[in-house]
């Protein structure tokens, strides 16, 4: 294989294992992926009745997986983008993705809803950001939350460490603040890892935002906040 780059995925394993399939299936002996979570997800807290909500917002597939371990079921619910809408249709649920972020699921539920229809109930992290609760509410909306799982911190694997420290990762897709805030703390700790021919991929100019203080060779923002753009952005990056 030539011109092939290294990425490193830090994405909790399950994301990081599908982001991996695509990148392979979609360009095929372009790139060599490295997974080090910097995530993991535990399951927590309880499931509320479902019965009362008028519909189900999911912004996460972690969301998904955690409200069906606990028995949830819901005939119609509103998924931030793509792959969250995949993971409820794969559990039996009707889902309609906003195929966005935050605000597009924002947008697409004040849209499509009526607040005297009935509450909602966002189904999330222990951490969230895009104030979708705020701005729901603000609309007239009853937003209800369920915190069904934490994100724990992660260290790098052994293998991920390494490439770091000997500059072969070229590549790193940032999909949250989150991830991106832990990986910015990593580096901070590590400054003398050679980071001047690294690019972050980020999937919004929020997660850009994390990485202003580090010295990185770019940072490219995807067109839109979604999947589909990410992965055209890594195939313009792999080209």
Known sequence: MTNVKTLLLTRPKTQ??????????SFPDKARCIISPLMAITPIGDLPDTSEFQAVLFTSANG???????????????????????????AGMEAISANGAAAELITLVSKKLNPKDGPLLHIRGEHTAGGIVENLTAQGFTVDQAVLYRQQVCDLTDVGQQALERGEVQGLPLYSPLTARRFAEVLAKNQSWPTQNLTALCISENVAAELQKLTLGRVEIAAKPNGTEMLALIDRFLR
């Open 64 to 90: 998904v997986q955690a409200f069906t371990d606990l028995g949830g079921t819901t005939n119609t619910c509103y998924c931030v983008g793509e792959r969250t809408s995949q993971a409820a249709r794969a």
């Open 16 to 25: 990081s294992l599908a982001l991996s399939r695509d990148i392979e299936d």
